[in-house]
């Protein structure tokens, strides 16, 4: 199951503390899970886990104060992406929080792509095959790291998973699209017809 519900949770406005009533918080929720209201679309993440009955967010909670149903997702991809499963609660942020991961790794392989930087095999090759301002490339264990020459230096600007890491990455974003339509129809069968333009970066939804 992707969600932990057991008990019921209580938030307070502007503050990061939740107390749990029936919950077993210390055996089912981790740091980096997330945390969910029924009813409220605002989506934290547990930052600590203090006793079975109270866990602390990353964030104060923004939403008006209440008690009641919650959830604690607790599966992801390896890339950080939140799973869903037949009966989790509030499965529209879950999902937009999904695409958004997606998104953002999709934006990377696109900023990756986009430098027509050369790749050099060491900082020291790509300061002397450069001139000042231009960009390069030096690989470095499953990674690329992006450099800048300032004034001779190679200044890092950002790290990057390599070509095998990219169509590894590539791959897998095609099978994940494939199992979050199937699984968004199996959720809702009444959203009618649902659209992922990995390419584009988008997603739409269409009438029944």
Same mark, same amino acid.
Request: aromatic content about 8%; hydrophobic content about 40%; charged content about 15%.
């Given at each position: 199951?992707?969600?932990?519900?057991?008990?019921?949770?209580?938030?307070?406005?502007?503050?990061?503390?939740?107390?749990?009533?029936?919950?077993?918080?210390?055996?089912?929720?981790?740091?980096?899970?997330?945390?969910?209201?029924?009813?409220?679309?605002?989506?934290?993440?547990?930052?600590?886990?203090?006793?079975?009955?109270?866990?602390?967010?990353?964030?104060?909670?923004?939403?008006?104060?209440?008690?009641?149903?919650?959830?604690?997702?607790?599966?992801?991809?390896?890339?950080?992406?939140?799973?869903?499963?037949?009966?989790?609660?509030?499965? =529209?942020?879950?999902?937009? %929080?999904?695409?958004?991961?997606? *998104?953002? &790794?999709? /934006?990377? !392989? #696109?900023?990756?792509?986009?430098?027509?930087?050369?790749?050099?095999?060491?900082?020291?090759?790509?300061?002397?095959?450069?001139?000042?301002?231009?960009?390069?490339?030096?690989?470095?264990?499953?990674?690329?790291?992006?450099?800048?020459?300032?004034?001779?230096?190679?200044?890092?600007?950002?790290?990057?998973?390599?070509?095998?890491?990219?169509?590894?990455?590539?791959?897998?974003? =095609?099978?994940?699209?494939? %199992?979050?339509?199937?699984?968004? *129809?199996? &959720?809702? /069968?009444? !959203? #009618?017809?649902?659209?992922?333009?990995?390419?584009?970066?988008?997603?739409?939804?269409?009438?029944?």
């Amino acid at each position: 199951m992707a969600q932990y519900k057991t008990g019921t949770a209580t938030v307070v406005n502007d503050s990061a503390v939740v107390s749990g009533s029936g919950t077993q918080w210390l055996a089912n929720v981790q740091v980096g899970d997330s945390f969910v209201m029924a009813g409220v679309s605002l989506v934290y993440d547990v930052a600590s886990v203090d006793s079975d009955t109270q866990i602390t967010l990353t964030a104060p909670y923004g939403g008006t104060g209440k008690s009641g149903a919650y959830a604690v997702q607790r599966d992801f991809t390896s890339d950080g992406i939140p799973e869903m499963a037949q009966g989790d609660i509030e499965t =529209a942020a879950i999902f937009t %929080r999904a695409m958004r991961k997606l *998104q953002g &790794l999709l /934006g990377q !392989l #696109g900023g990756v792509a986009g430098t027509g930087a050369t790749i050099y095999p060491s900082i020291a090759a790509g300061e002397a095959g450069t001139s000042d301002t231009e960009y390069f490339w030096v690989s470095d264990s499953g990674t690329l790291k992006l450099y800048q020459n300032q004034t001779g230096t190679g200044v890092e600007q950002g790290e990057y998973p390599n070509s095998t890491t990219l169509q590894e990455a590539v791959d897998a974003l =095609a099978g994940y699209e494939e %199992r979050v339509l199937a699984l968004i *129809q199996s &959720l809702h /069968g009444d !959203l #009618g017809t649902l659209r992922l333009d990995f390419i584009n970066q988008s997603y739409a939804l269409g009438g029944a």
